[in-house]
């Protein structure tokens, strides 16, 4: 079972539900596709003993071969390539811009004169290693890099679906959001009771209905704010599965790299029996399903 942990926001305690749930059950693997700031390496402390570089393939230009007749410009959906057509007695040129390119391979295919080949450029690295009984996956995307989406698939060929795998994605709706949840069986999403959380959190569940993933949700900093997360959950048959109250122990454990189960006996529990809500939700979800299709 693969299970995605996000949020509509940042700082609503994503990581903090995502590393707990990790430490609980033990024998899983983890997934940090939060690649352009990952941090449960920070918590869960693995030995990392593999880094892979993670490249993508970019269009060369073969400057002989090039006739500068503007195709590959013109297939471009991104505006990676421009060309300069050739002027009196100017020589024509093409610009490429890499860090615009989606390595979708049009321009290479579509070339009329063969003059473009794909060259690989590294974007980052897949570190991978173990934090006790926990597998865990890690990208990091270089600094400046535009895109994480192709970092992020690269960090999710490490699935194992013969085992539990916790995908801790990255915060927000948009497409690195999208590449993390992709193929996952069920989404936990953690939210604060205010009115920001609320908002991000209507726009998540959109995209969760869309993407067709069963989701839940954890209330974190329960009893602070008000009431507004918990009447739209009911309205929307949304499940609570957990809710965590402001804890300042918590909050200073966060802040020394401590996981919270590690020091709690009750948390411990709190978040086996959260993952036994999800388990409960996620198979019922499917019993609905199949009755709808039989029905």
Do not use: W
């Amino acid at each position: 079972m693969v299970i995605a942990i996000a949020s509509g926001k940042g700082g609503t305690g994503k990581t903090t539900v995502a590393v707990n749930l990790a430490r609980v059950l033990g024998d899983v693997q983890f997934l940090d596709c939060d690649v352009e700031e990952p941090n449960a390496h920070l918590f869960l402390k693995p030995d990392l003993a593999e880094r892979i570089p993670a490249r993508v393939m970019v269009p060369e230009i073969i400057e002989e071969k090039c006739t500068y007749c503007g195709k590959c410009a013109e297939v471009c959906a991104f505006n990676a390539i421009a060309v300069i057509a050739p002027k009196d007695a100017l020589k024509g040129s093409v610009l490429v811009f890499p860090n615009l390119c989606h390595s979708c391979g049009g321009c290479f295919l579509l070339c009329p004169e063969g003059a473009i080949r794909e060259v690989p450029r590294e974007i980052g690295v897949v570190e991978t290693g173990r934090a006790g009984a926990v597998r865990f996956v890690h990208g990091r995307l270089n600094v400046g890099e535009a895109m994480s989406p192709p970092l992020i698939r690269q960090v999710k060929k490490h699935v194992d679906r013969t085992r539990t795998t916790l995908i801790d994605a990255p915060p927000g709706t948009s497409c690195p959001v999208i590449t993390s949840l992709e193929g996952s069986d069920y989404c936990l999403l953690v939210t604060e009771p205010t009115p920001f959380g609320l908002n991000d959190l209507v726009l998540a569940v959109e995209v969760l209905r869309v993407m067709g993933i069963p989701h839940g949700l954890v209330i974190n900093r329960c009893d602070i704010g008000d009431d507004g997360v918990e009447s739209y959950a009911k309205a929307n048959g949304i499940p609570v599965l957990m809710s965590i109250p402001f804890d300042r122990e918590i909050a200073e454990g966060y802040s020394r790299g401590l996981i919270a189960v590690d020091g709690s006996g009750a948390y411990a529990e709190k978040f086996r029996g959260l993952y036994e809500a999800i388990r409960n939700h996620y198979e019922a979800d499917r019993g609905h399903q199949r009755q709808r299709r039989h029905g």
